[in-house]
């Protein structure tokens, strides 16, 4: 089991910044791939970014690159994403997850956080 805590949410203007954080307890967090999804309301969740298990390989949405980055530090067994120049559309719960299918599916991932809600206002 590994249980997933997410931080850093809140109210921003765009084109501003938050760096949202998920701390990773139970079992070895440096076995897991890391995502990142969203899900605006109204819609459906949506992959975000992932990470490989050693942080050496990335992947972004087409909609967040060039603006999110998404980071780990195995010995914190925390996942980072650092998001810049937020858009009104960015307006999500954003949820860790963690896995070892680890792809842009929902599906590859085994466990969840409770999410983090990010609202950026016009």
């Known amino acids: 089991q590994v249980q997933l805590v997410e931080s850093g949410g809140g109210l921003v203007q765009a084109g501003g910044s938050l760096r949202l954080s998920c701390a990773a307890s139970?079992?070895?967090?440096?076995?897991?791939?890391m995502g990142w999804f969203r899900q605006a309301p109204g819609k459906e969740r949506d992959f975000v970014a992932k990470?490989?298990?050693?942080?050496?390989?990335?992947n972004y949405a087409d909609s967040v690159k060039g603006r999110f980055t998404i980071s780990r530090d195995n010995a914190k067994s925390t996942v980072y994403l650092q998001m810049n120049n937020l858009k009104p559309e960015d307006t999500a719960v954003y949820y860790c997850a963690a896995g070892y299918g680890g792809s842009w599916l929902q599906r590859s991932y085994d466990y969840w956080g409770q999410g983090t809600q990010v609202t950026v206002s016009s």
């Open positions: 139970g079992r070895t967090f440096s076995g897991y791939i």
């Open positions: 990470i490989g298990m050693t942080a050496g390989i990335t």
